[in-house]
């Protein structure tokens, strides 16, 4: 059984950097790509950046472009998310997932999820 689990998460100020980690135990770290998603109260699940296995592509969508990055360390099993000046619209339940073979925009669902750790940027 593949388990991932978040940490990282906390309460910053505007303008402020954060980096989450998400360690993964089971399964062929190596073979899955691996991404990261947020959830807002009230909001749809968004998708906030993914890496491909060996993490060698990633991608971001417009919302967080330029401000978040992700790197693995395979020989971990640890993605990372790195949050550079973080918004209070950055506020959310931030959540790894993975997929085996899959891609880095995530075109196909996860096929596993971490319990999610809570970031809150205060304005």
């Known amino acids: 059984q593949v388990q991932l689990v978040e940490s990282g998460g906390g309460l910053v100020q505007a303008g402020d950097s954060l980096t989450l980690s998400c360690v993964v135990s089971?399964?062929?770290?190596?073979?899955?790509?691996m991404g990261w998603f947020r959830r807002a109260p009230g909001k749809e699940r968004e998708f906030v950046g993914g890496?491909?296995?060996?993490?060698?592509?990633?991608w971001f969508p417009d919302s967080v472009k330029g401000r978040f990055s992700i790197s693995r360390d395979n020989a971990k099993n640890t993605v990372f998310l790195q949050m550079n000046d973080l918004q209070s619209e950055d506020t959310a339940t931030y959540y790894c997932?993975?997929?085996?073979?899959?891609?880095?925009?995530?075109?196909?669902?996860?096929?596993?999820w971490g319990q999610g750790t809570q970031v809150t940027v205060s304005s």
């Open positions: 997932a993975s997929r085996r073979y899959g891609d880095r925009r995530f075109s196909a669902e996860p096929e596993y």
């Open positions: 890496t491909t296995a060996r993490g060698i592509s990633t």
């Open positions: 089971g399964g062929s770290f190596s073979e899955y790509a």
